[in-house]
């Protein structure tokens, strides 16, 4: 969250920057406009690649510990907690020289991941393999307990709505637009975000 009168993005995430000694202008979109999100790096929390996760795992955790103990004076506004990892993710991967087209297009939200604002999607159009492998990474009581006071994944996969939501679609037959989709399980009650 920006604050009313406190630096906009571009000064947060340059002082992010700045502070790792980054290159934060190779890292702007500049065919987004200024002030937008998309004209900044992001990732989704769960996408790590690098050949090395020693490596990757060493430099995020200096980072987020420097960020969360040491940021610069421009982030003192901003809520770290819980998005910690997705301030220091763009910078680990920035620094590293990956950006936002490192990876075939298709795989963020896509044939790799599922960001969990896309859960109602997920239920209706992704594969038999990736809902039960959200089940049974989410199963496991300690993992349950805090996944639990999100009401989203709740309802959606403890409650069983992900089920309904999966028997409104032919999945051999699934509409082809993505807004199509949506519609149906708006109408049916079951969009949540």
Not at 40 to 59: E, I, W
Request: a positive charge; charged letters at 25%.
């Amino acid at each position: 969250m920006i604050e009313l009168y406190g630096p906009g993005y571009t000064a947060t995430w340059k002082s992010l920057y700045d502070t790792f000694k980054l290159d934060f202008e190779s890292s702007l979109d500049l065919s987004q406009p200024d002030e937008y999100w998309r004209r900044y790096l992001y990732f989704n929390a769960s996408y790590f690649y690098f050949k090395c996760p020693k490596v990757f795992g060493d430099r995020f955790l200096n980072y987020a510990l420097t960020i969360r103990d040491d940021g610069p004076k421009e982030i003192i506004c901003q809520a770290l907690n819980p998005w910690l990892n997705q301030v220091a993710l763009p910078l680990v991967i920035h620094s590293f020289g990956g950006g936002r087209d490192a990876l075939e297009a298709g795989h963020l939200d896509g044939a790799v991941s599922c960001h969990y604002r896309l859960l109602p999607l997920l239920c209706a159009r992704e594969s038999d393999g990736a809902i039960e492998t959200l089940e049974k990474a989410i199963a496991p009581n300690k993992i349950k307990k805090v996944v639990k006071a999100y009401e989203l994944i709740r309802r959606m996969v403890y409650q069983k709505r992900g089920a309904k939501v999966r028997a409104l679609f032919d999945q051999n037959n699934l509409p082809r637009k993505e807004q199509q989709i949506r519609n149906t399980i708006k109408r049916a009650g079951f969009w949540m975000r």
